[in-house]
């Protein structure tokens, strides 16, 4: 047999392969290739006259450790390409850290040298003297300090003590149960002007603490009841004597209170919506006497930021009022003295955009809803027929009834009798409800809070939807008309009995008696 080129040649190339010194990665991988390269060669030489026919075999094999040989290279490529990028993140930190260090340190410098330190880096105690801020460990990536500041300085303050009276100011905190938790507690944000916006998010419990103490309460009442009007004098005349807070009403409230006795001259209220839109400038704490309704009816006033919300149960649904009305001076004590833990309500913000509108910036004025927004067939006899989008993506063409976008505090709802999911209220996200849809395979969605949903009714419907937000302001919409929703910036705080969770499992443990069933007896047949 006439190998002796062919061995030759490859004794040539294999030999490279093996002599050379493997000085880093990159020779390593091109010896790997030249090894591949020697063995396809080897096993593409054709085969003499008369072969035996297990050469055949011996060239099968030869290729297959050939792919195996280009799989490890290609593999050890990426693995070293991974490998210098995550150096040059490493790198990258810690120059960071460094830099941080030295800055560190060149501020413990300055203190010792009694030069001043920006106040950015400091915190003031009550006595006035500066102290260097803790500092977060970053663990969680939940940590802000940001403080809103009102514009007015103190001074002035003092100087013109009866001019105005300061809202009461509060900070938002992340808790967390037990003393050895491993979780440390670390402040959101803090509000001079006592209004919430939406902040970090976390699955533990809000805590809020009063940086001064609440001046002004809003009493807020179920209409035609005389036990919510009875508690309503009584807890006005309380707040007053015992508290001495400012309290307003609503215009209709006060009337009752001055037929009842002149006594209430001083309770205020308002009297036009200018007023009303400024009330979350004037208000420390809402109370609502009432059930859910009277939560959404507290909640449907502010357009903006809602201050703390303190529902009372006096309604028939409770799954958003936790206190009872027996106990309201020591509920009230509490809440007004501080710290309490709050729930976080996200609402929806609609706008519907009509046909003739040149742009999606042509709207109507905006919808808050705390609880859903409602897309319906009306009195029409035809399936409703609705294009859905989310983010401009299809979704889907809803057919059936119609479709309810919900908040997760809106869960236990609307949204739960058409088949929606029982969802915790500080859950961030949207719920995608279909109502009574033309098909088995339709399934509710829970989507993330920061997208925006367009719902829109085709031209070739056969007829028109209606839409009605928190079961009020029902709204025709024709074909070509649209309604888009999306996560509200201003949530309702609501003020919670023990914490947010605890408070929801009980509402719905009491509210629709979940899971309720005899226990079995113990008294049964048993394995063996």
């Known amino acids: 047999m006439k190998q002796s080129p062919m061995s030759s040649s490859n004794h040539t190339s294999n030999g490279n392969a093996s002599v050379l010194p493997l000085e880093n990665g990159f020779s390593d991988s091109l010896s790997l290739l030249n090894s591949e390269k020697a063995v396809e060669e080897l096993s593409q030489q054709p085969l003499l006259h008369g072969i035996d026919d297990h050469l055949i075999e011996f060239a099968e094999a030869l290729r297959t450790v050939a792919k195996a040989l280009r799989q490890a290279a290609e593999g050890k490529a990426s693995a070293q390409a991974e490998a210098a990028e995550w150096k040059r993140k490493y790198e990258l930190e810690r120059s960071r850290i460094l830099h941080l260090e030295r800055k560190v340190s060149s501020e413990e410098h300055l203190i010792k040298e009694g030069r001043v330190v920006p106040l950015s880096n400091q915190t003031v105690l009550s006595d006035g003297a500066p102290e260097q801020s803790e500092r977060c460990c970053g663990e969680n990536g939940i940590c802000s300090h940001e403080v809103l500041r009102d514009g007015e300085c103190d001074r002035d303050a003092s100087a013109f003590p009866n001019k105005m009276i300061r809202k009461a100011s509060f900070k938002l905190s992340w808790c967390c149960k037990g003393e050895k938790s491993d979780q440390k507690k670390h402040d959101v944000v803090s509000f001079e002007k006592g209004n919430i916006t939406t902040a970090e998010r976390s699955s533990k419990q809000i805590s809020l603490k009063w940086e001064s103490p609440p001046q002004t309460v809003l009493i807020l009442t179920k209409p035609n009841s005389t036990a919510v009007r009875m508690l309503c004098s009584e807890m006005v005349r309380w707040l007053k004597e015992q508290k001495s807070l400012n309290i307003f009403v609503e215009p209709r409230v006060r009337t009752e209170l001055l037929t009842e006795s002149s006594y209430y001259q001083f309770v205020q209220t308002w009297e036009n919506d200018n007023?009303?839109?400024?009330?979350?400038?004037k208000v420390d704490v809402v109370v609502t006497l009432g059930g859910d309704g009277t939560v959404l009816w507290a909640a449907n006033m502010f357009k903006g930021p809602v201050p703390p919300i303190?529902?009372?149960?006096?309604?028939?649904?409770?799954?958003?009022?936790?206190?009872?009305?027996?106990?309201?001076?020591?509920?009230?004590?509490?809440?007004?003295?501080?710290?309490?833990?709050?729930?976080?309500?996200?609402?929806?913000?609609?706008?519907?955009?009509r046909d003739a509108a040149k742009s999606d910036l042509e709207t109507e004025e905006p919808i808050l809803v705390l609880n859903e927004v409602t897309i319906d067939r009306g009195i029409s006899s035809f399936l409703s027929n609705l294009e859905c989008y989310c983010d401009n993506s299809f979704v889907?063409?809803?057919?059936?009834?119609?479709?309810?976008?919900?908040?997760?505090?809106?869960?236990?709802?609307?949204?739960?009798?058409?088949?929606?999911?029982?969802?915790?209220?500080?859950?961030?996200?949207?719920?995608?409800?279909?109502?009574?849809?033309?098909s088995l395979s339709f399934r509710p969605l829970i989507l993330p809070e920061h997208v925006t949903i367009r719902v829109q009714v085709p031209f070739n419907s056969r007829g028109h939807a209606w839409a009605s937000f928190d079961g009020k302001d029902r709204?025709?919409?024709?074909?070509?008309?649209?309604?888009?929703?999306?996560?509200?910036?201003?949530?309702?705080?609501?003020?919670?009995?023990?914490?947010?969770?605890?408070?929801?499992?009980?509402?719905?443990?009491?509210?629709?008696?979940?899971?309720?069933?005899?226990?079995?007896?113990?008294?049964?047949?048993?394995?063996?």
């Open 275 to 281: 007023e009303v839109l400024r009330l979350h400038t």
């Open 310 to 353: 303190v529902p009372f149960s006096l309604g028939s649904l409770g799954f958003m009022t936790p206190f009872y009305s027996e106990h309201y001076k020591e509920y009230l004590d509490s809440i007004l003295r501080g710290p309490i833990s709050i729930t976080l309500r996200h609402r929806l913000q609609c706008h519907v955009i």
């Open 396 to 438: 889907t063409c809803v057919q059936g009834d119609g479709l309810i976008l919900s908040t997760t505090s809106g869960s236990t709802a609307y949204s739960l009798a058409a088949g929606g999911s029982m969802v915790h209220p500080q859950v961030p996200g949207i719920l995608f409800t279909p109502i009574c849809p033309h």
């Open 475 to 528: 709204k025709k919409l024709a074909p070509g008309d649209a309604l888009v929703c999306s996560m509200a910036p201003w949530p309702v705080p609501t003020a919670c009995q023990s914490d947010s969770t605890s408070d929801f499992l009980h509402s719905i443990h009491e509210g629709l008696h979940w899971n309720l069933r005899k226990t079995q007896s113990f008294d049964g047949p048993r394995e063996t």
